[in-house]
């Protein structure tokens, strides 16, 4: 069986330890070829826990990382017109033993990702959550292909079980199993990039990792069936620059939220990889140094 990947956001009935996916309560702008949707083989997951079989493999959720919570906020809240919804946790999933405050991304009522004060010194970064079967084996796997542990799996009460992992080339990333049924919202998080050294190498790791199938396009490797607005996308990374995850955000009109974002204070990055327009994409720095991108709205059909 073929699934129709989604790039979207787990959502929770519940919120106790806060942190992960959850229920809601004409410038440098370049063009590149037509972004595809991930196809992946339901039938070598299995059933996968709490997950539905539809969502494993799929990007469920982002955290944004940074020491600079309140920065972050205020940029994407004037950029992109998020809003927020604050959580309180007794016992931060990502600080064990301390409280903490976990603002949720709200868009239209709905929540599509969060921001976290992680507290140690890691330079701001997107994190993105992965649908997986189970936790444990998929964090044991990545650590067979070469991967190394960051954070060993953790539960989140009312939101599931995940682990944060570094692949083989330091871009990290969280196999995930949610504790609940709810589907994924969409409309904000597009798709996600991988900018890394080694983008062949990276893809055998992926695919043995996550199950995805993987197709060659120019520059770089995709997933899934031409003509879908969403992607997940392997490229080869600059020489120097760290390899990452990076999330793209829709945006309904791409020239002025770039424009918008560098008045904020956000740095475009240049990309030499981006030829033979199609679909709009920008690749930016927000103010805290987290990258993110910014693409086209698909068009709404009438």
Same mark, same amino acid.
């Given at each position: 069986?073929?699934?129709?990947?989604?790039?979207?956001?787990?959502?929770?009935?519940?919120?106790?330890?806060?942190?992960?996916?959850?229920?809601?309560?004409?410038?440098?702008?370049?063009?590149?070829?037509?972004?595809?949707?991930?196809?992946?083989?339901?039938?070598?997951?299995?059933?996968?826990?709490?997950?539905?079989?539809?969502?494993?493999?799929?990007?469920?959720?982002?955290?944004?990382?940074?020491?600079?919570?309140?920065?972050? /906020?205020?940029?994407?809240?004037?950029?992109?017109?998020?809003?927020?919804?604050?959580?309180?946790?007794?016992?931060?999933?990502?600080?064990?033993?301390?409280?903490?405050?976990?603002?949720?991304?709200?868009?239209?009522?709905?929540?599509?990702?969060?921001?976290?004060?992680?507290?140690?010194?890691?330079?701001?970064?997107?994190?993105?959550?992965?649908?997986?079967?189970?936790?444990?084996?998929?964090?044991?796997?990545?650590?067979?292909?070469?991967?190394?542990?960051?954070?060993?799996?953790?539960?989140?009460?009312?939101?599931?079980?995940?682990?944060?992992?570094?692949?083989?080339?330091?871009?990290?990333?969280?196999?995930?199993?949610?504790?609940?049924?709810?589907?994924?919202?969409?409309?904000?998080?597009?798709?996600?990039?991988?900018?890394?050294?080694?983008?062949?190498?990276?893809?055998?790791?992926?695919?043995?990792?996550?199950?995805?199938?993987?197709?060659?396009?120019?520059?770089?490797?995709?997933?899934?069936?031409?003509?879908?607005?969403?992607?997940?996308?392997?490229?080869?990374?600059?020489?120097?620059?760290?390899?990452?995850?990076?999330?793209?955000?829709?945006?309904?009109?791409?020239?002025?939220?770039?424009?918008?974002?560098?008045?904020?204070?956000?740095?475009?990055?240049?990309?030499?990889?981006?030829?033979?327009?199609?679909?709009?994409?920008?690749?930016?720095?927000?103010?805290?140094?987290?990258?993110?991108?910014?693409?086209?709205?698909?068009? /709404?059909?009438?």
């Amino acid at each position: 069986m073929r699934v129709a990947v989604r790039v979207a956001c787990t959502v929770s009935s519940e919120s106790t330890g806060a942190g992960g996916p959850r229920r809601q309560p004409r410038h440098a702008v370049r063009h590149v070829p037509r972004i595809r949707v991930a196809v992946i083989e339901a039938s070598d997951w299995g059933t996968g826990m709490a997950n539905q079989p539809s969502d494993l493999g799929l990007v469920v959720w982002h955290d944004l990382l940074t020491d600079r919570v309140d920065e972050a /906020k205020e940029f994407y809240g004037r950029a992109l017109g998020w809003e927020y919804h604050i959580e309180h946790a007794e016992d931060f999933a990502w600080r064990p033993g301390e409280e903490a405050d976990y603002p949720l991304i709200m868009r239209d009522g709905v929540a599509h990702g969060g921001i976290v004060e992680a507290g140690d010194s890691a330079p701001s970064h997107w994190l993105a959550w992965v649908a997986v079967p189970d936790v444990d084996r998929t964090t044991r796997r990545m650590v067979e292909g070469g991967g190394r542990v960051e954070r060993q799996p953790f539960d989140v009460p009312g939101v599931g079980r995940g682990a944060v992992v570094s692949d083989p080339w330091g871009a990290k990333v969280c196999p995930f199993v949610a504790s609940h049924s709810f589907p994924p919202p969409e409309g904000v998080f597009r798709c996600d990039e991988l900018r890394t050294p080694e983008p062949d190498s990276a893809s055998v790791f992926y695919s043995d990792v996550f199950g995805w199938s993987l197709v060659e396009e120019g520059p770089s490797r995709m997933i899934g069936d031409v003509g879908s607005p969403r992607a997940i996308v392997i490229t080869k990374s600059r020489e120097g620059e760290p390899s990452s995850w990076t999330p793209y955000l829709s945006s309904d009109d791409l020239d002025a939220d770039v424009r918008r974002a560098q008045g904020l204070g956000a740095r475009l990055v240049p990309r030499d990889d981006w030829e033979d327009a199609s679909d709009q994409r920008a690749l930016l720095a927000d103010p805290t140094g987290a990258m993110f991108g910014l693409v086209a709205a698909v068009p /709404k059909e009438p």
